[in-house]
């Protein structure tokens, strides 16, 4: 069945940075676009980056646009969301998902505070 393990979220200080990491299974990962989403407590999930298959193409929340980086090692069945420069509004679970199946992770909670 499809799995998708998100990891790398933790406290974090303004300014500071985290690698998120999805490693996925149960489908050919190579032939998906993937990509990370974000829910903010009180706030419906959003779309924060994505990179197609061969990641030879990539987009991303105009908000983090500068700041954050996804990539995909399609050897290791894992994709990444690199952030930097992190600010109070970046809180929140934030999910990885193949575009085209319905399948979602447990997430991994990323807190920016001082």
């Known amino acids: 069945q499809v799995q998708l393990v998100e990891s790398g979220g933790g406290l974090v200080q303004p300014g500071g940075s985290l690698r998120l990491s999805c490693a996925a299974s149960g489908f050919i990962f190579s032939t998906q676009t993937m990509r990370w989403y974000r829910q903010a407590p009180g706030k419906e999930r959003e779309l924060v980056a994505s990179?197609?298959?061969?990641?030879?193409?990539?987009i991303y929340l105009d908000s983090v646009k500068g700041r954050f980086t996804i990539s995909r090692d399609n050897a290791k069945n894992t994709v990444y969301l690199q952030m930097n420069s992190l600010n109070s509004e970046d809180t929140a679970v934030y999910y990885c998902?193949?575009?085209?199946?319905?399948?979602w992770g447990k997430g991994t909670l990323v807190t920016v505070s001082s």
């Open positions: 998902k193949a575009r085209w199946l319905d399948y």
């Open positions: 990179i197609t298959s061969a990641g030879s193409s990539t």
